[in-house]
Nanobody, 121 residues
Framework: QVQLVESGGGLVQPGGSLLLSCAAS????????MAWYRQAPGKQRELVAA???????NYADSVKGRFTISRDNAKNMVYLQMNSLKPEDTAVYYC???????????????WGQGTQVTVSS
């Protein structure tokens, strides 16, 4: 099994910053892409940012220039640096990873439990 555990959420004022971290553990053979999604109340879950094992990234238009995704392949971790936060960034943020658990298995899609980010004065 594979577990993803997020940390770093909280309450921040508009214009502030937060760093989210996600640690992957368990029966990991290799990790392909890692990503952050978010879901605001009453809305669908949406992709915020993604990063491949080679370091290529893509971002939602709403966060470009403000958020930065990065990963540490040696530690099986992914990060999301969020700057210039806005009230509309308020959501539960979920870590996602595409993981292979053995040389002979395919890749599976795994999710963390989520961490709340609230941007409010």
């Amino acid at each position: 099994q594979v577990q993803l555990v997020e940390s770093g959420g909280g309450l921040v004022q508009p214009g502030g910053s937060l760093l989210l971290s996600c640690a992957a553990s368990g029966s990991i053979f290799s990790i392909n892409s890692m990503a952050w999604y978010r879901q605001a109340p009453g809305k669908q879950r949406e992709l915020v940012a993604a990063i491949t094992s080679g370091g290529s990234t893509n971002y939602a238009d709403s966060v470009k220039g403000r958020f930065t995704i990065s990963r540490d392949n040696a530690k099986n971790m992914v990060y999301l640096q969020m700057n210039s936060l806005k009230p509309e960034d308020t959501a539960v943020y979920y870590c996602n990873a595409v993981v292979s658990t053995s040389r002979r298995s395919g890749y599976g899609n795994y999710w963390g439990q989520g961490t709340q980010v609230t941007v409010s004065s």
